[in-house]
């Protein structure tokens, strides 16, 4: 038990971000920005992960290029901007909607509804096969079968 507790805590710990203290910016606003920002980019290494939960050396790079950024005065707009136009909409936890991304936001959809198709073909088949009726023969056997189980 206290070896889950453990595993649990170190988890939790480790999901709390990756931001080191060395990349945290002495204004408390400006570092919330950079949080905020952060949290919405993925990690290109990880990439199920934003860069604020990384631990990957180009997400702690990319970390202190969002700070750098709005040290230099860009608005958040201008830093996400600036990240999409050098590495494309991949770097989006959330990319936008439109022609080039229409394939990241059906595959999901398309996924579902395939599997939705695939079992209810086989639930029907199943359905079918199960569906063939004893012969007056085989209930007697099965009816004999029974009583002498019991």
Do not use: H
Not at 46 to 74: E, F, H, K, Y
Not at 103 to 120: C, N, Q
């Amino acid at each position: 038990m206290i070896r889950l507790a453990v595993l649990l805590f170190s988890i939790w710990v480790s999901a709390a971000g990756a931001v080191q203290p060395d990349e945290q910016l002495a204004d408390p606003v400006l570092e919330e920005r950079a949080r905020a920002i952060s949290a919405g980019l993925r990690c290109l290494v990880c990439q199920n992960q934003s860069i604020d939960d990384s631990d990957a050396p180009l997400a702690r790079d990319l970390r202190i290029l969002v700070r750098q950024r709005l040290t230099a005065g860009d608005s958040d707009g201008d830093v996400r901007d600036y990240l999409v136009a050098r590495y494309g909409d991949f770097i989006l936890l959330r990319p936008p909607f439109r022609a080039a991304t229409l394939l990241l936001w059906l595959t999901p959809l398309v996924a579902l509804v395939a599997g939705g198709i695939v079992a209810a073909r086989r639930f029907r088949k199943r359905e079918r096969a199960g569906g063939e009726r004893l012969s007056a023969e085989e209930e007697e056997r099965l009816g004999q079968l029974l009583r002498e189980g019991q």
